[in-house]
């Protein structure tokens, strides 16, 4: 497979940051070391031939029972060259931790925060790392794979 | 009052300045269960006099899981959580899910089918913007706006209701396809309503656009520039309304929005007014597509003819053994459609901004299957709205807490789509 560009301006500049890459179903991803992330971004952003200008999504899975465990999932889009690209950091550990996008996008603060409360995900960094969909005192992170579905945290009425 | 003579160009609303004295600072909480807060969301605001001088937004009241809900249940059956994310348009929500399905099993559909999505999609749309634009009249005073907007709705919402018999969560779209054709006479109903909806945005914009009231408690107000909102991730009329053309239908072209000819209308402010302005225009916009879809509409199938994926006709699951083990065969439990391991992110243009779907599937243990799996293992939504509430504090900083509603009234939040 033909490297994309964006792929070989990260690989000149950070020769160590990408992992795999691949383009399943046309979506152009890399896979990063966790630590580049920040500055994989800033290049992204700042650099004159892809201006990946918009943070579109932050997200992450979880493969319960696979190694790494986690995956980071970001989505960037380029306005001026109109093209998408997924960049994605895997972490083994049970609270993984990343660095924050906040200085580079605001939108980053909502979606970081989103993806913590839901996956406990740490991003360091971040002004106001707290919870956002559910209430301060809730125990556990939902969308993991190990917290079960039928589980009710009421805040009010029957417990468990 | 006469409104042809109102001219909008003439500069003299008042403007939120520095006030001459400084009282103590007031904490007001707006919301969460507040009628302009349109579902639940809470705005604590700081005043300084009237002036807004800091925000917090606290969202979540209407988180449902939708994420969870849908990794516990099969790829067709999560389409009926998509219907609840933005439930004024959830025809949008259906397809753009969907099609990361598809784009996950590698199938595409007919002509046909991408044309009747398409004519869905805008009346979806125009019904979304009436709905957005109306209730941001209704709070500024214009009830007779909203009243006129609403029965254009009704127009559209009949189209839906004779095409899936629902009005609002409509689930009127299936993985590979759509569930059935569009019923007889629906065109020409179409041709109709656009001709009704037409005359109700002249009126509105006889009853609104020059309109000295409303165009001095919008002008000015709720502004967010084009680098900023880049910034804050934007996308949809709010983008536009600041500068930048970016629209998915014509950056990103799906369905056949690349068959039909169609502009992207553009503000140059980013405040209220034009957000309102792009709104309206979008919705002529969408109206020239309908009329250029509903012409050329190809005849064929509405959906792949591929039995692994869609559902046989009744007639045969009715009336022959094999049609009807067919349709058990992708109903039982442990069986169904199996999409191959991998993922995918495809993006729509919904009445908001960019809505995104993120589908993982990934085998899950005890269900595996020729490294297929039968369940989503993850199902991501960008929601469009997610990014405007986020970024509501810097807009309404500096404004008068009256601007408070407008701004809120015209980024259109959506608590199914905000909370999930």
Not at chain 1, 96 to 120: I, M
Not at chain 2, 123 to 130: M, Y
Not at chain 2, 384 to 406: E, N, Q, R, T, W
Request: hydrophobic share 40%.
């Amino acid at each position: 497979m033909e490297k994309s560009l964006a792929h070989r301006k990260i690989e000149e500049k950070f020769p160590q940051a990408v992992l795999d890459s691949h383009a399943q179903h046309g979506d152009e991803t890399l896979i990063l070391r966790k630590e580049a992330i920040l500055d994989v971004a800033r290049l992204l952003k700042e650099d004159s031939e892809l201006q990946f200008n918009f943070l579109m999504d932050i997200t992450a899975v979880d493969y319960l029972g696979r190694q790494p465990r986690f995956e980071i999932v970001y989505h960037f889009m380029s306005l001026p060259f109109n093209r998408r690209l997924r960049i994605k950091l895997q972490s083994d550990d049970l609270y993984p931790t990343v660095k924050s996008l906040t200085p580079l996008w605001k939108t980053a603060n909502w979606l970081e925060r989103e993806c913590f409360d839901l996956y406990g995900i740490r991003f360091e960094g971040h002004p106001n790392l707290t919870r956002i969909m559910l209430y301060e005192g809730f125990e556990g992170h939902p969308l993991r794979k190990d917290y079960p579905k039928t589980k009710r945290q009421p805040l009010i009425g029957p417990q468990n | 009052m006469d409104t042809k003579t109102a001219s909008p160009e003439k500069e003299f609303f008042f403007t939120a300045t520095e006030p001459e004295f400084r009282t103590q600072e007031m904490l007001l909480n707006m919301g969460p269960s507040h009628p302009a807060m349109h579902g639940i969301v809470k705005i604590a605001v700081k005043l300084q006099g009237e002036l807004v001088v800091d925000a917090d937004i606290e969202i979540g009241y209407l988180h449902r899981a939708f994420e969870k809900s849908c990794e516990a249940c099969t790829w067709n059956q999560a389409i009926i959580y998509t219907d609840r994310l933005n439930y004024v348009s959830p025809i949008i929500n259906n397809v753009g899910y969907c099609m990361a399905v598809e784009k996950l099993l590698g199938v595409e559909i007919p002509p046909r089918g991408q044309y009747i999505r398409t004519l869905l999609c805008e009346v979806s749309r125009v019904a979304d913007h009436l709905t957005c634009v109306a209730a941001a009249a209704m709070e500024l005073g214009a009830m007779t706006v909203f009243l006129y907007m609403m029965k254009g709705r009704e127009y559209l919402y009949e189209l839906l209701e004779d095409f899936c018999g629902a009005r609002v969560t409509t689930t009127a779209v299936r993985v590979g396809g759509q569930p059935a054709d569009l019923p007889e006479g629906w065109t020409e109903k179409l041709t109709r309503a656009i001709k009704e909806v037409r005359v109700i945005l002249k009126e509105c914009h006889a009853l609104l656009t020059c309109n000295r009231i409303f165009y001095d408690r919008v002008r000015g107000t709720g502004v967010m520039k084009a680098d900023d909102a880049m910034n804050w991730g934007f996308t949809g009329p709010c983008l536009r309304a600041a500068g930048v053309d970016y629209d998915v239908r014509k950056y990103f072209p799906y369905l056949v929005y690349d068959q039909v000819d169609w502009a992207i209308p553009v503000g140059t402010q980013g405040d209220n007014y034009d957000r309102y302005l792009v709104r309206m225009e979008e919705m002529e916009q969408s109206c020239r597509i309908l009329e250029q879809c509903a012409k050329k509409i190809p005849n064929g199938p509405h959906s792949v003819q591929d039995k692994r994926i869609m559902l046989p006709d009744k007639k045969d699951t009715y009336g022959n053994i094999e049609g009807l083990m067919n349709h058990f065969k992708l109903i039982m439990h442990g069986h169904g459609i199996r999409v191959p391991v991998g993922e995918a992110y495809q993006a729509v243009e919904a009445g908001n901004g960019e809505l995104g779907f993120y589908v993982v599937s990934y085998p899950i243990e005890g269900e595996e299957k020729d490294g297929c799996a039968s369940r989503p293992w993850k199902a991501r939504c960008r929601p469009p709205c997610f990014h405007f509430v986020a970024a509501l504090p810097d807009m309404i900083k500096g404004d008068m807490v009256a601007d408070v509603i407008p701004t809120f009234g015209s980024i259109n939040m959506i608590g199914g789509e905000l909370d999930r």
